[in-house]
């Protein structure tokens, strides 16, 4: 009975695997590009959340809404309130409104195909099991633009072919195109594979690539915790409940100890 409930287990764990095998392979080639690593410093650094929150506001809240999170919560990342006012609100007077946008979502449509997604929980919902995390994602989705003329918004994107928005931060950046070769696909002699080399500069941006890579880990970061404002609270809370349960249980052990050691 015991060895025939073993077989069993084996044969759940090994379809397990091999499931799991199959997601992570799935997730890893199902974008034409692998997602950079964010650099998760970032993410607990005030002066680049502060950075974030300001491109946010300029290059993003112009089509995406943020309507779940309030102006005055960016007093959690050292904002002061009349910086916020002064800095960081152009769509309300309120320091209490959530951010939300006056684009109607029918122009939207009819501009970019599509109406924009609210950004509050982008990083959270973008995250994809065996490729990476949303803030992956978004790493590498802003750092892979290029010029595409087929396009009608006149880009394209690695991450993301054929998307809808265009590069706002292009500025920031500048412009580049993409190249690719053709190769034929060693499974299958009659497929081509459209594989990308390297991008080629057109016109420089304000930013050299270095900072241009920090200021879109800033974006990035922002976006993160914009997702998730508590999240390093959290984790302090934790840390320390670990410990007291780590504390407890030695406690406890010993305890027990004491109390059985003259019961034969």
């Not at 978004?138 to 928005?165: C, E, H, I, Q």
């Not at 080399?197 to 200021?215: H, I, Q």
């Amino acid at each position: 009975m015991r060895a025939r409930a073993n077989k069993h287990m084996k044969k759940l764990i090994a379809s397990f695997l091999i499931s799991f095998g199959l997601v992570t392979g799935a997730g890893a080639a199902g974008d034409g590009v692998a997602w950079d690593k964010f650099p998760t410093e970032r993410a607990t650094d005030m002066a680049a959340l502060q950075n974030g929150a300001q491109l946010f506001v300029n290059y993003c809240l112009n089509c995406h809404a943020a309507s779940f999170m309030r102006y005055n919560r960016l007093r959690d990342i050292g904002v002061t309130e009349d910086q916020i006012k002064k800095n960081l609100m152009f769509a309300t007077d309120k320091v209490g409104d959530t951010m939300k946008i006056s684009l109607d979502p029918k122009q939207a449509k009819e501009w970019f195909g599509g109406v924009p997604p609210d950004l509050t929980l982008v990083a959270r919902s973008r995250a994809k099991f065996g490729q990476g995390s949303g803030a992956d994602y978004l790493y590498t989705f802003l750092r892979t633009y290029y010029r595409d003329p087929s396009k009608p918004t006149g880009w394209n994107n690695l991450a993301y072919p054929n998307v809808g928005m265009p590069h706002v931060l292009w500025e920031l950046e500048g412009q580049r195109t993409a190249k690719f070769v053709d190769e034929k696909d060693p499974n299958d002699p009659k497929a081509v594979i459209h594989r990308f080399v390297g991008f080629e500069p057109v016109s420089p941006g304000k930013l050299s690539a270095l900072e241009y890579d920090e200021a879109v880990a800033d974006l990035v970061a922002y976006l993160q915790w914009m997702g998730e404002p508590s999240r390093s609270k959290r984790l302090q809370v934790g840390v320390w409940v670990l410990m007291f349960l780590g504390l407890f249980t030695v406690l406890a052990w010993r305890l027990n100890a004491a109390f059985w050691k003259d019961v034969k």
